[in-house]
């Protein structure tokens, strides 16, 4: 089955590279594909959302105001802004986000409803510490971000979620296909219990992601697609995880 593949860039990025980047995975079919999308920093949403303009890849924002209105507030970008840039997703509650940035479930629920209002799917973001894993309780941690943000996914038609363990992010460490496994089982079960069953739910795994390991990771039925960080700013990497994907 065809995975979903977003890509991270996080705060890399310069026009000439970006433009390098997207001409080679463009010129591939499995990643100018309707399930592969690139997230990236705001001040290329503009020259991506050209670049991909009439392709199958998607547009996706890192992340988005809370604030729902446009109006005096400095620096933010509002949903309906990203939307008329073309995103398809926007990532919220990233765990550089929360750790940075402090965003709490308050925050997040509001972005959640914003992005939901504006026409596009959130990617929410969930994952413990190793700290969490190590004292037995990644499920319930990652249960618990669920909870949180309960009255701005109940009711959707559409839900997506990408657990990723914060130990797992950018170290090269990633989780076993069993830990992956029972994430998934758990997170789907609440999200059942949050949004009901007939709730279209697309759960991705994200943390060290790279060519040689997805393959593995995408034999998991528990598994719809991933978010890839860093293997997504190399093109031969991206292209392997894509027909991974398509496979
Ligand atoms: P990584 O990042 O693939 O570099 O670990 C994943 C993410 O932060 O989404």
């Known amino acids: 089955m065809t995975k979903l ?30 399930n592969v999308a690139v997230a990236v920093p705001a001040a290329y949403l503009g020259q991506v959302g050209a670049l991909l303009a009439g392709r199958n890849m998607g547009l996706a924002a890192q992340d988005v105001s809370h604030f729902a209105n446009d109006g005096a507030f400095t620096g933010e970008t509002s949903a309906a802004m990203l939307a008329d840039v073309g995103c398809r997703y926007v990532l919220v509650g990233h765990s550089e986000r929360r750790q940075y940035f402090a965003e709490s479930a308050a925050t997040l629920t509001k972005k959640l409803l914003c992005c939901y209002d504006a026409g596009m799917l959130p990617v929410y973001c969930v994952g413990e510490s190793l700290a969490d894993r190590q004292a037995g309780h990644p499920v319930e941690t990652v249960l618990a971000q669920l909870d949180e943000v309960a009255d701005a996914l109940s009711g959707r038609e559409s839900v997506l979620v990408a657990y990723e363990p914060v130990w797992a992010i950018g170290t090269g460490q ?69 027909h991974a994907a398509a496979e």
């Open 174 to 242: 990633v989780a076993t296909v069993a830990q992956m496994a029972e994430m998934h089982e758990a997170i789907r079960r609440k999200l059942f219990d949050i949004v009901g069953g007939s709730c279209n739910i697309t759960l991705l795994y994200g943390g060290s992601v790279k060519a040689d390991n997805v393959v593995e990771i995408f034999t998991l039925p528990q598994v719809d697609g991933a978010l890839v960080g860093g293997a997504f700013l190399d093109p031969l990497q991206c292209k392997n995880i894509c």
């Open 5 to 34: 593949v977003i890509g991270n860039w996080k705060m890399n990025g310069r026009l000439a590279k970006n433009a390098a980047l997207l001409s080679e995975l463009l010129a591939d079919p499995a990643c100018d594909a309707v």
